[in-house]
Structures are given as C-alpha cells and as structure tokens.
C-alpha cells in the first residue's frame, strides 16, 4: 500500500566530508533547579543521520526544543549552517530546520493534504493582500504548493489519504504526515522525536526507509528514539543523554558495545552479583520445591 521509496538494504555511505549543518555548543536548560540539559555540544554534519538517545526523562525533547527555538537555553549556542539561531520557533523553521513532535501535532481537523499545506507556509512569499484579492501571483503559488504537497505525500505514501482528516488516520500514518508536513518547509535539518513509537515492526521499517530516502534527497536528520535496532541500524553515529549530559558520543558500534550506555540502561550488567544472587535463590527454593510459578527470571533483554 505504501509507496514510501525504497533503498538498497546498506544505508548509503556517510557523506562525513559534508559542512556542520547543526552546531550546538555548551547548551544547559534548567527549570528552576533541574537542570534538564547540562553543556551538550553536539555536531550534525550535511548528508549524515544521527541518533540521539537515552533513558526516558534523560533530556532529549528538551534539548529538541532547545535547537528549535522553543526554549531559550539557559546557556549555549545553536548554529545552523554557521549562523546562530533565533529563539523563536517560526524563525528557526525558516532558517531551516523543521521538526516532528514526540507527542504527534497536527490539525486533526484539517485534511492530510491542509496539514502539509499548512507546513509549506514559510515556504510561500506571496502577502495577505495577495492571498485576499487571490490575484494570478496567490493561485500560482497555490498550485505549486499543492503540487509540493501532493509530491510530499507521494513520498511518505500518503497520496491516497489526501482528503481524509487527520484524526481519522491509524497512528503509524499520523506519525508519517507530521513528517511529511516538517518536509514542507523544505528543511536542510530534520529532528524527529521519537518517530517510530507506537508503529508495527513494518511500519518501523517502512519508516527507516523514509528516513533513508530524506537524507539521499539532501536533508540531514537527527533522531531521537527509544528503539535500538531502529537506532543502531539507521544512523552514521549517535549520542547518548543520560541525566541531561552527553555520556559519549560514537558510531552504533562504539555505543551498544559501551559499558556506561549498558548500565544506563539496565542499571546493572547482567553478570553482576545481584543477578548471581537473586538465581541461586530461585534454584534453591526450586529444589525445596517452594519455587513460585514467577517466571520473570532471565528476561533482561
Ligand atoms: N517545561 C518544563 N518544565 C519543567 N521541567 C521540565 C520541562 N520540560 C521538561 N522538564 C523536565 O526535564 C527533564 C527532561 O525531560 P525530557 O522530556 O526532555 O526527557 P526525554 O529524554 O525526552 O524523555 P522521554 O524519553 O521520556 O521522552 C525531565 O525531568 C522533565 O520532567
Ligand atoms: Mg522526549
């Protein structure tokens, strides 16, 4: 049904010679005393996808909202091509970077088509007196916007949808038009906040795949999710939050292998003693024949 384009398995080679198009030094957000994001450098290279993770409260939203003028940082600078970005929301969307929410945002009541419509709007010059008199300059620019946003829709495999209501699409779909309606404004940076929560396994890949294509067609992306092999099979490097902080930053590789990303996990490693402990309990009293039917035992995955 989709018609999400699709790419070779490997993900294209990291274009790593591509200028910083995201540069955020030393960025801390506090709330009155929680400091939610504590001197986060983090660099996005042109061409490249880059993930973002950490366990949940780690500050990830909140550093998304940091780049994209939502909240001013307490301190930091955020650059976007070399040029520091304005604390507001609609002046950062211009600049060039859109981005999706973890929470999905759209107009429920809008059709698919209004809602990317509506996310070309920085994109479009015309002025109200233009729009109100809808004078040969308005209806042009009005066509090619809905040409862009059917293209869009083709893209993300919404095309069909285009005039069913927001609110009435299943979930993993809502998810695609936010990204679809980001990709209006036209963005040489997407930041996507946690994309794939709450879609099927098929639908994560399909969603992979997308993300594949917008960098192939010169977007560079920054992701946050929860999901790993989402995560690890997806991205050039990722970062990992952990209580506001930057704990490393590296290829999948470097970071599923390190220890200190394992333990901000799972708290404790799996051949640490109270795991030790806690079996040999359970064998003893199996073998009393007190053992209870729990059978939570060894589903740390
Ligand atoms: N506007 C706010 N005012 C006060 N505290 C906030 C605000 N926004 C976030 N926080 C706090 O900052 C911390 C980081 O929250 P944030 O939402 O950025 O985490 P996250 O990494 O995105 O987590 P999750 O994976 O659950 O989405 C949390 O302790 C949260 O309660
Ligand atoms: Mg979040």
């Known amino acids: 049904m989709t018609t999400t384009p699709t790419t070779d398995s490997a993900p294209a080679p990291r274009s790593g010679t591509g200028g910083a198009v995201l540069e955020a030094s030393g960025v801390t957000m506090r709330f009155g005393g929680l400091t939610a994001v504590r001197d986060v450098d983090l660099t996005v290279r042109a061409g490249e996808i880059v993930g973002l993770i950490g366990p949940n409260g780690a500050g990830k939203t909140t550093f998304f909202n940091c780049l994209t003028g939502l909240y001013i940082p307490t301190e930091g600078t955020v650059r976007y091509k070399g040029t520091v970005l ?8 211009q600049a060039g970077i859109a981005r999706t ?8 009541n809008m059709t698919v088509l209004e809602n990317v419509l509506v996310g070309r709007h920085t994109r479009t010059h015309e002025g109200l ?17 809905e040409q862009r946003a059917m293209e869009l829709l083709d893209f993300t495999g919404l095309a069909a949808k285009r005039d069913h209501l927001a609110r009435n699409l299943p979930y993993g779909e809502q ?43 010169g977007t560079a992306v920054l992701v946050i999710e929860h999901d790993m092999r989402f995560i690890f099979n997806l991205c050039d490097r990722v970062a990992v939050l952990v209580q506001g902080q930057k704990l490393i930053e590296g290829t999948p590789e470097t ?7 394992i ?10 003693e109270p795991g030790e402990a806690e079996a040999a309990e359970v064998r003893a009293a199996e073998q009393t024949g007190t053992a209870g039917t729990d059978t939570t035992q060894g589903k740390a995955d």
């Open 86 to 93: 304005p604390h507001r929301s609609h002046l950062v969307t």
């Open 255 to 261: 970071v599923q292998n390190d220890d200190r990303v």
């Open 129 to 145: 007196l233009s729009a109100l008199v809808r004078g040969p300059g308005f209806r042009r620019a009005e066509r090619d916007s």
């Open 263 to 272: 333990a901000a996990y799972l708290g404790t490693p799996f051949d640490g």
């Open 175 to 217: 998810r695609k038009l936010e990204i679809a309606r980001a990709l209006a404004s036209e963005p040489g940076l997407l930041l996507l906040d946690e994309p794939t929560a709450g879609m099927t396994a098929i639908e994560t890949t399909a969603t992979r795949e997308l993300v594949l294509a917008i960098r192939e067609q």
């Open 101 to 108: 929410f973890q929470n999905i945002r759209l107009f429920a």
